[in-house]
């Protein structure tokens, strides 16, 4: 008892750059102390938590694929479905189980369809879940808004598209884009839409999950998308020549070829890569006149498209870019007078492995 | 049942296939579920199955590995059927390449599929 | 000289070591909260993306996985089976055979049935020639898979190599021995895909230590933690950079390295500067400096983006030989980087890169074990001379003892709020244990090899070739 006396007496006295170093430590050593049984607490409680959803998951995947071939022959619910039913009701009060039933739902539903596709979604709303979907759209956290999205997207609950439009301005781009999604997945090209009032930047990586989500969706029904190419957003007009390659879109040559003297060069690009895929033969003539004023990328996507439409006619116009200054656009020339296949070929192919040597 | 036709399921979601089991174990086959493509081409080699599903994606080894392990490896012609997410169409192609009988696109439908398998094991 | 100009000039020398200690604890501190803030956002960004969109598109970009080899014959195979086995869909592998006086490429040759083709090398980047030439698979399981083999020129000259052959837009440039888990490529590449207001120019992902853990056919089984004190205390190291200082960074838009074991580059932009420094044992550092600075000279907006996902497992040292020479390395990489790129450090025309980041590295990664030393040494002098102030010595020696116990603490909270990889029981307490004991088990060697990093650069200019420049600086 008196030494600890005597150390205090003794800081007392001391600078009070040393007290202040003491008492940072006193500090620290409580941070540590508290921090140390914090992570005791928390390792504990997660290692808990990992078995319990394990546990519950099991279950609740037995109760679902019962559920699922408990039905009867007409629309009706058997007893047994409305038993699983009630059991499950019964869980979804608590947070942390709702949680699992909800991922053990979309668990399968994401990967069928059908009838029981169908059954799924219904029983979604069976449960209540759909009222705690809603709630989460009116949170004021917008990482729950675009959960509470995500999960109406996936039951495909269209009847909501309403409260769900109301995010179509919100601050957080993943918000926004969690209601395209969610419109793609629903209405598939009738929900495309927003592209007409879009200003912020479509990003590559929304193309391809839109892309995607349409090609799931498998509608015959396509929308005009000649409007979009016409748009002064470069991302919407990118991502409409993306839709014009994969769905096709021969109606929309005139729009495309006008797209060649674009501003952007990513959007002229684009728009050869399109014109290229749907084997429009005029744009090939429009872009070997002017081929020496466009951009390496514009000759390089020029020069894909002529590897599938060369004719013997253009042996002159490849002669003339052999020597070009650029490696690939060599390469791609040597490539296609390879094809056409003419006499002369090997005497070229010696001069080109010649010049890469050099 | 001593005679029902074996079948081996390799997918890694465990609903999915606890539902597919329980749908074709309602038409009269035995299945044998492998949760990879490792334990897929164990039950292969163990039990000679009549007909395989397989999912393409798949931890440890694919389906196409599975696919190519089955035909030349083990030489065998059981009709194998592989599960492809959409838009895989290369990945498909190059299962048909190395001798995939069948492909179903995902999400699939638990009733097509049994129609395919009815079709492959008359 | 007097008694009165000897301890002013200690006054002075007090206060150069009190003021750079507090420089030191509170950026540290600061880098630790903006990590925490932005982890948390990173989280909430990422718990509902679905990658699965991406990751069949076939629109979704193109990636070449460049690994270079030497000497690699054990794991070889297996290795390239891990890299093959992404789920990512547009990519292919390059495996870069850096003059490997091994069996690698027989056994490669015969487990992927590869057979030599011809091919067109667009030699934008000038590299050490072919020597057997370039092999495909003639099976198509493994079509994605190019195995180049070359004159060894070291890892750099590999790397380099690889870039000249990729068509692809992307190139992820990682260690042939690393285990990179099947979701990475879609997980590094959306950083480059959803940024429309910069150009990312590059996307680091985190290390993690696979030392102990269980690892069969490429895939990483079960983890575990290393018994030794050297390896558990690079968990440690590696938890703190990576949890509590890149997040910061990438942030800041300020990071400064990305680790060679596993990078994701633009590749146009990694030509357009020259490729990786085939003269530096740091190439890793070097390029992202080069790049960022070519971005600041053409007055581009960009951005390099960080990956806190532990998405890449890699064996570190387990002996203290291994790792000295590691340490070592990364000493004289640091310290080639920045005297190569002198001219960005304090310069406003550089922004954070040349007002927070170089000065940063500077100080605290550069110059820290030097003072450190420089302290211990006039710490002894004051000894012999009887002149040390005990009281002093002992609150500040306990005050930054437990400052870095603090730190890692707070590293391993982190992690076990984030992605609590380390499931097991009993790691918990192993990893608090050597929290406290790291400073006296690990600081003493990692100071040691910086030092002779330090005089190895120095005395001893040269450049080290074949098995020591095999593992660039995969820098925690």
């Known amino acids: 008892m008196n030494e600890n006396v005597y150390i205090l007496e003794n800081l007392k006295q001391s600078s009070p750059i040393i007290q202040l170093a003491w008492c940072l430590s006193g500090i620290f050593f409580v941070i540590i102390t508290m921090l140390i049984m914090y992570l005791k607490y928390l390792r504990n409680h997660l290692r808990e938590n990992e078995k319990i959803e394990t546990k519950y998951q099991e279950e609740y995947e037995t109760h679902l694929i019962t559920y699922l071939y408990a039905g009867n022959d007409d629309d009706t619910l058997s007893l047994e479905q409305q038993s699983i039913i009630n059991e499950l009701k019964t869980c979804i009060v608590d947070p942390f189980k709702r949680k699992i039933v909800v991922s053990t739902l979309l668990k399968l539903r994401n990967e069928i369809s059908g009838e029981i596709a169908e059954s799924i979604d219904k029983l979604y709303i069976e449960l209540g879940l759909l009222s705690y979907s809603l709630a989460k759209l009116r949170n004021k956290k917008w990482d729950i808004i675009a959960i509470g999205i995500r999960e109406l997207t996936q039951f495909k609950v269209k009847g909501v598209h309403k409260v769900v439009m109301n995010n179509i301005n919100h601050p957080k781009k993943e918000v926004r884009k969690e209601m395209q999604l969610y419109l793609i997945h629903l209405f598939s090209f009738k929900g495309l839409n927003f592209l007409n009032v879009l200003e912020t930047s479509l990003s590559e990586w929304d193309q391809i999950q839109l892309l995607e989500v349409l090609q799931v969706a498998n509608n015959t029904e396509i929308a005009d998308i000649r409007p979009w190419l016409k748009s002064s957003n470069d991302s919407v007009v990118i991502f409409s020549l993306k839709l014009a390659k994969v769905y096709n879109q021969f109606e929309a040559k005139e729009e495309l070829i006008e797209l060649l003297d674009s501003k952007s060069e990513n959007v002229r690009v684009n728009t050869i890569a399109a014109l290229s895929h749907l084997n429009i033969i005029e744009a090939k003539n429009i872009l070997k006149t002017n081929f020496a004023e466009r951009s390496h990328e514009e000759q390089i996507a020029f020069l894909k498209m002529m590897e599938n439409v060369y004719e013997s006619s253009d042996k002159a116009f490849l002669l003339e870019h052999m020597q070009h200054k650029n490696f690939e656009i060599k390469l791609l020339v040597m490539e296609i007078l390879k094809n056409i296949n003419f006499e002369e070929y090997p005497f070229y192919e010696s001069e080109f492995q010649k010049s890469l040597i050099a | 049942m001593g005679n029902s036709k074996k079948i081996v399921l390799a997918e890694d979601n465990s609903v999915l296939s606890l539902l597919l089991k329980f749908r074709l174990e309602k038409e009269g086959y035995e299945l044998l579920i492998a949760i990879d493509g490792k334990q897929a081409i164990e039950l292969i080699e163990e039990h000679k199955p009549e007909l395989i599903l397989t999912d393409i994606m798949m931890p440890f080894v694919s389906g196409l590995e599975v696919i190519s392990h089955v035909r030349n490896k083990l030489n065998l012609q059981t009709p194998i059927i592989v599960f492809s997410s959409a838009g895989q169409e290369e990945i498909v192609l190059k299962a048909f390449d190395l001798g995939a009988t069948d492909f179903m696109s995902k999400p699939l439908s638990p009733h097509e599929l049994v129609i395919r398998v009815k079709r492959l094991l008359i | ?476």
């Open chain 3, 1 to 476: 000289m007097n008694t009165s100009t000897v301890e002013i000039i200690m006054l002075i020398i007090h206060y150069f070591f009190l003021v750079f200690s507090v420089i030191a604890i509170s950026s540290y501190s600061i880098l630790a909260v903006i990590s925490a803030i932005e982890t948390i956002e990173y989280m909430k960004k990422n718990s509902f993306v679905n990658y699965k969109e991406i990751l069949s598109s076939t629109f979704s970009p193109s990636i070449s996985i460049i690994a270079p080899a030497y000497n690699e014959s054990l794991n070889i195979v297996e290795n390239v089976r891990s890299l093959l086995s992404s789920h990512y869909v547009n990519y292919d592998v390059i495996i870069v055979n850096d003059g490997s006086k091994d069996d690698s490429l027989s056994k490669l040759i015969e487990a992927y049935d590869l057979i030599q083709i011809s091919y067109h090398i667009n030699e934008q980047i000038k590299t050490k020639q072919l020597r057997k030439g370039i092999y495909k698979s003639t099976n198509p399981a493994f079509d994605k898979l190019t195995v180049v083999d070359k004159e060894n020129g070291g890892k750099a000259d590999a790397l380099n190599m690889g870039l000249n052959i990729s068509k692809n837009k992307y190139v992820a440039c990682i260690d042939v021995d690393c285990l990179l888990l099947e979701d990475a490529l879609q997980k590094m590449i959306k950083p480059f895909l959803e940024t429309t207001d910069a150009r990312v120019i590059a996307a680091g992902g985190v290390i993690r230590i696979a030392n102990s853990c269980i690892v069969k056919d490429g895939k990483l089984l079960d983890i575990n933690f290393p018994k030794t004190w050297l390896e558990q205390g690079q968990i440690l190291e590696y938890l703190r950079a990576f949890l509590l200082g890149r997040m910061a960074w990438s942030r800041l838009n300020g990071l400064l390295v990305i680790s060679g074991a596993f990078g994701l580059f633009d590749k146009k932009i990694a030509i357009t500067v020259g490729g990786y420094d085939t003269n530096t044992v740091g190439e890793d550092m070097e390029i992202i400096v080069r790049m960022r600075r070519h971005m600041e000279d053409e007055k581009q907006k960009y951005k390099v983006a960080y990956i806190p996902d532990p998405l890449c497992w890699t064996e570190a040292p387990d002996n203290y030989k291994t790792f000295i020479s590691q340490r070592n390395r990364w000493t004289r990489g640091t310290i080639e980087t920045l005297k190569k790129h002198n001219k960005i450090g304090f310069n406003p025309k550089y922004n954070c890169l040349g007002l927070i980041s170089y000065p940063y590295w500077f100080f605290f990664e550069r110059m820290a074990p030097i003072i450190e030393v420089a302290g211990i040494i006039y710490f002894g002098i004051l000894t012999v001379l009887n002149e040390v102030r005990w009281d002093y010595t002992f609150a500040f020696v306990i005050l930054a003892y437990l400052f870095s116990v603090l730190f890692s603490i707070v590293a391993i909270v982190s992690e076990e709020l984030t992605y609590h990889q380390y499931k097991k029981k009993s790691i918990g307490f192993k990893l608090v244990m050597i929290a406290f004991l790291e400073p006296f088990v690990n600081h003493p060697y990692i100071l040691y090899s910086a030092i002779k990093g330090n005089i190895d650069y120095y005395f001893y200019k040269k450049i080290e070739w074949g098995d020591m420049t095999r593992k660039g600086m995969t820098k925690a």
